[in-house]
T-cell receptor
């Protein structure tokens, strides 16, 4: 069965530092992979998605993610963190049965 | 477009009561789903639907029923509420097939069962 594992339930970085949020997936078929962001007391919105086109995917707000099949990873990065990036981030995978399964989330904090 | 709407925003139930969480979308999306969000557990898929008249179970379906009589609506029913169902519930919709499945989420329903 398809699944995703997010390493680190909480990540804290300084403003201006690199953001790296880790996601590993398990899938028996070429996966569709997603990153979503959730700001406090809001629903989720899509940051970016991988659908087997380019392996480096650019999203909104300066985020990008690289699909690495050999490592079964889809880590999310941003070169320079901004205070407004503080939120919870979720990685998700679409299964062959059309289920979309989410990871447990990573809360990103930004230090001034 | 209103996008995905959910009602109510907040609800308190007593153990054993029943209720229906409403979800509607006006984007003509085939795919709709319900998730529950609990601290430290991310979002867990309860039920999903790939089109009107078609539903299937997700990761945590027990205690919940769904039906999909129209493309627009996908209500979630709790037949006999239990404290373990205290959670925030999100409905989402998307186009299905091809390179899509980008989900649009509603604002959520915060449910407390006492």
């Amino acid at each position: 069965a398809q699944s995703v594992t997010q390493l680190g339930s909480h990540v804290s970085v300084s403003e201006g530092a690199l953001v790296l949020l880790r996601c590993n997936y398990s899938s028996s078929v070429p996966p569709y992979l997603f990153w979503y962001v959730q700001y406090p007391n809001q629903g989720l919105q899509l940051l970016l998605k991988y659908t087997s086109a380019a392996t480096l995917v650019k999203g909104i707000n300066g985020f990008e993610a690289e699909f690495k099949k050999s490592e079964t990873s889809f880590h999310l990065t941003k070169p320079s963190a901004h205070m407004s990036d503080a939120a919870e981030y979720f990685c998700a995978v679409k299964s062959s049965a059309s289920k979309i399964i989410f990871g447990s989330g990573t809360r990103l904090s930004i230090r001034p | 477009n209103a996008g995905v709407t959910q009602t109510p925003k907040f609800q308190v139930l007593k153990t054993g009561q029943s209720m229906t969480l409403q979800c509607a979308q006006d984007m003509n999306h085939e795919y709709m789903s319900w998730y529950r969000q609990d601290p430290g557990m991310g979002l867990r898929l309860i039920h999903y639907s790939v089109g009107a008249g078609i539903t299937d179970q997700g990761e945590v379906p027990n205690g919940y029923n769904v039906s999909r009589s129209t493309t627009e609506d996908f209500p979630l029913r709790l037949l006999s509420a239990a404290p373990s169902q205290t959670s925030v519930y999100f409905c989402a919709s998307s186009y299905s097939g091809g390179a899509s499945y980008e989900q649009y989420f509603g604002p959520g329903t915060r449910l407390t069962v006492t």
